[in-house]
Nanobody, 115 residues
Framework: QVQLVESGGGLVQAGGSLRLSCAAS????????MTWYRQALGKQRELVAR???????NYAGSVKGRFTISRDNAKNTVYLQMNSLKPEDTAVYYC?????????WGQGTQVTVSS
């Protein structure tokens, strides 16, 4: 079955960096677009960054220039490098993919940025 497992979250001071990873299994990873979402407490889930199967990327305006999404098809893993973190980046970050017209989500990883 399809599984997405995130890791790399934690507590960091404002201005710091974290790198999130999402390991995928049960899909033909190289053919799938992969997306990072986040959900802050009391807010709706929002798209953070997306990378296509060909490597094209899209970012939310709030993270553009600070976050970088990348993928390693040999490791079936997508990454989110987060630099210059701000307290408003605090959220649970989720990995997502659409496989055969069905949405799959990881369990999420908490990112907390202290001021």
């Amino acid at each position: 079955q399809v599984q997405l497992v995130e890791s790399g979250g934690g507590l960091v001071q404002a201005g710091g960096s974290l790198r999130l990873s999402c390991a995928a299994s049960g899909i033909i990873f190289s053919l799938n677009a992969m997306t990072w979402y986040r959900q802050a407490l009391g807010k709706q889930r929002e798209l953070v960054a997306r990378i296509s199967s060909g490597g094209s990327t899209n970012y939310a305006g709030s993270v553009k220039g600070r976050f970088t999404i990348s993928r390693d098809n040999a490791k079936n893993t997508v990454y989110l490098q987060m630099n210059s973190l701000k307290p408003e980046d605090t959220a649970v970050y989720y990995c997502n993919t659409d496989y055969y017209y069905r949405d799959y989500w990881g369990q999420g990883t908490q990112v907390t940025v202290s001021s």
